[in-house]
């Protein structure tokens, strides 16, 4: 993701858009079967669609289709937050995409903003974020497993975010943060088991009217943060998001002798070829539609969101 992220005031709206040896490249087989790939020289991706040469891929465009030896193919895709966070080593469970938008907006980050976040975990959440504030602002992270915030800065190199992140080993709980930061945060994440302990501390971080957000997957979590919030915020607020998942199917429709027999036809997952070739022709008597469904493995409860802004009197 080599300058997806400029930090050159200038060159904001300007994106590398072909990929170079290096770089890194989402391999995207279909919605469900995505991985990171690092774009070397010499080297071959194997897959059930056959053989791809990396050296196929030097000089294309992201988003581009690109052909095995058995003529089958897949996308590449450049590795957006919103990609990342569907393909990333999951070292921690993660914040999905629904959790992040959500956060995000109630959070009121914008470019420049200065970020602090505690735990770092996986990353997910750390690289929306670094987009968020970009090309001037930062995000300071801090884990306190010193291999967790290792793997992150190697993970935050490979996405081209790490000019935009400082990752710190800290136990924010236990320690709160740095004195570098009291009164200069815009806004602070909190992903901790026990993250009443450590809102004294985000209190003095946070500058007047600055936003706090607490994630935990219990509601007795929940309660305990509130109870503590009542001293230094206000307008404190719990969220719980929900995503819901439709399914798109053929709806085939066969007529005979006045009976009427309908079927769903999911889309092939037969291996792809160059030229697809259409299937054998329905009845001519049969119709088809397109038909919409919830899907049956829906993502349900993540976690709760509790906001709360720096009361400005405090």
């Known amino acids: 993701m080599r300058n997806m992220i400029p ?29 990171p790939i690092k774009v070397t020289e010499g080297a071959v991706l194997q897959n059930r669609f056959g053989v791809f040469k990396h050296s196929d891929w030097i000089g294309k465009p992201f988003g581009c289709k690109v052909f095995s030896n058995k003529k089958g193919f897949v996308y ?15 070292r921690t469970q993660i914040l999905y995409i629904a959790d992040i938008s959500f956060l995000i907006m109630y959070l009121e980050i914008v470019p420049g903003c200065l970020v602090l976040e505690s735990g770092t975990g996986s990353g997910s959440l750390t690289t929306s974020l670094a987009r968020a504030v970009a090309p001037m602002g930062h995000v300071y992270t801090f884990d306190f497993h010193e291999q967790r915030a290792a793997s992150a800065r190697e993970d935050f190199e490979k996405t081209g975010v790490n000019s935009l992140i400082t990752v710190g080993v800290r136990d924010i709980q236990g320690e709160g943060f740095p004195d570098e930061f009291v009164g200069k ?6 992903d901790l088991p026990q993250p009443w302990l450590a ?25 305990r943060s509130c109870e503590n919030l009542r001293t230094n915020f ?13 399914e798109i199917k ?12 309908v079927s769903f036809k999911s889309p092939p ?11 054998s022709a329905i009845n001519a008597s049969a119709t088809t539609t397109v038909m919409a469904k ?8 993540t976690g709760y969101l509790t906001f709360a802004r720096r009361n400005c009197f405090s």
């Open 76 to 90: 590449l895709l450049a590795p957006t937050p919103e990609l990342w966070t569907l393909v990333l080593s999951h």
């Open 269 to 279: 997952c037969k291996k792809r070829q160059h030229s697809t070739e259409k299937s």
């Open 250 to 261: 053929e709806v085939i429709s066969e007529s005979s002798q006045g009976d009427e027999n």
């Open 199 to 223: 809102i004294p501390s985000v209190g003095k971080m946070l500058k007047p009217d600055g936003v706090l957000c607490s994630f935990s997957p219990c509601i007795e979590q929940v309660q």
């Open 7 to 35: 930090t050159d005031p200038s060159q904001i709206l300007s994106l590398q858009t072909r990929i170079q040896d290096g770089d890194l490249v989402v391999v995207y087989e279909r919605h469900d079967q995505m991985k």
């Open 294 to 301: 919830p899907c049956a493995e829906t993502r349900g409860h």
């Open 185 to 190: 945060a815009d806004s602070a994440f909190l």
């Open 234 to 246: 206000t307008d404190i607020r719990t969220f719980e998001v929900l995503l819901r998942t439709y």
